[in-house]
């Protein structure tokens, strides 16, 4: 598929995703409530999940990162 194709494809499923969060679409006659409301009781239940995911993704990255510094101070150190 040409870069054409596939960006005109990502926008309908954009669109789609969009409509299916709309009130009064046909989301609303499967059923028995909005997937707006849905949608915001997954929110509610994996918010704190991301955070602490997020959150150990970023100690971690910090935690390399310093590992990294140590590893090339001892390089350098060693060179002189």
């Known amino acids: 598929m040409g870069a054409a194709l596939k960006l005109i494809v990502g926008i309908i499923i954009f669109l789609l995703g969009v409509y299916w969060y709309l009130p009064n679409g046909y989301v609303n006659m499967f059923f028995s409530r909005s997937a707006f409301?849905?949608?915001?009781?997954?929110?509610?239940?994996?918010?704190?999940?991301?955070?602490?995911?997020?959150?150990?993704?970023?100690?971690?990255?910090?935690?390399?990162?310093?590992?990294?510094?140590?590893?090339?101070?001892?390089?350098?150190?060693?060179?002189?």
């Open 37 to 80: 409301q849905a949608f915001l009781t997954v929110f509610e239940g994996l918010f704190g999940l991301v955070l602490i995911l997020f959150g150990l993704i970023i100690a971690w990255i910090e935690f390399e990162d310093i590992k990294w510094e140590r590893k090339e101070k001892k390089k350098t150190h060693s060179r002189k």
